[in-house]
């Protein structure tokens, strides 16, 4: 795996939009892989750093939110680590069914679920003060990654060196 | 990033809210104020227009389920417009497409 892209992101809701747009314009560029698959991740990762940044918020800690992409011949990854204190992703609590009157008292919790239906893998590590979200998209390079490129990318990198 | 929401009183006793632009954990916080507004002014019958939105995630899930929750209790309702697959597809995996009444067009949610 190498790692193509790492984001240390301050952990503040307007940031999102801006880790969305670099996570999918990435994968568009150097990814073979579907505009609908790339709207899944673009959403997944969305979710992710909702939690992360909002973990961070409870916590009151001022430390960034990490972003970090990785590419092998036939996937994709993205990394978000937090520092919000963990959770166990096995203990959530279950909404009723839609069908429920009282479905409509939960708000909140539809982004985990989210993310796991919507990338190729996910996984939920807990750390000694917070949570790695690891989620994975199948396919390989595009045939000219690269050319693609975008200019959001460029100027990231550029910005790294 | 700015969250469009225009009103729309013409199509009486509906309310149609058109949203333009990008719902997340940064933006939902201006549609849920708006939606609160509405319905404190006695609105009871919103529309919510989606088909400017680009984005959506479960934060705007959550403040629409909340907004219908808030109007039903008030014997209103509150409808969606969206014919984008993208965006439909974020009720569809979380099944709230059984909850929301989600219409082709403007014309259509507020044709009864």
Known sequence: MIVALELAVPASPEYIAIVRL???????????????????LKLAVSEACTNAIEAHGRRGTDEPVTVRVLEADERMEVEIVDHGGGF??????????????????????LGIPLIRTLVDLARFERLA????????????????????????IRAVLADGE | MELGLEVDDSRSPYTVLAVKGEVDVYTAPRLREKLVELASQGRNQIIVDLEGVEFLDSTGLGVLVGGLKRLRSNDGDLGLVCTQARILKVFEITGLTKVFTISGSVDEATAS
Do not use: Y
């Open chain 1, 88 to 109: 166990d992703p096995d203990r959530l609590p279950l909404h009723p069914p839609v069908t429920d009157p009282s479905r409509l008292d939960f708000e909140r919790g």
């Open chain 1, 22 to 40: 670099v996570v999918s314009s990435l994968a568009s560029g150097r990814r073979n892989l579907a505009d609908q698959r790339i709207d899944d």
């Open chain 1, 129 to 152: 003060d917070g949570t790695k979200v690891r989620m994975v998209v199948f396919g390989g390079p595009a045939d000219d990654a690269g050319d693609q490129t975008s200019e959001i």
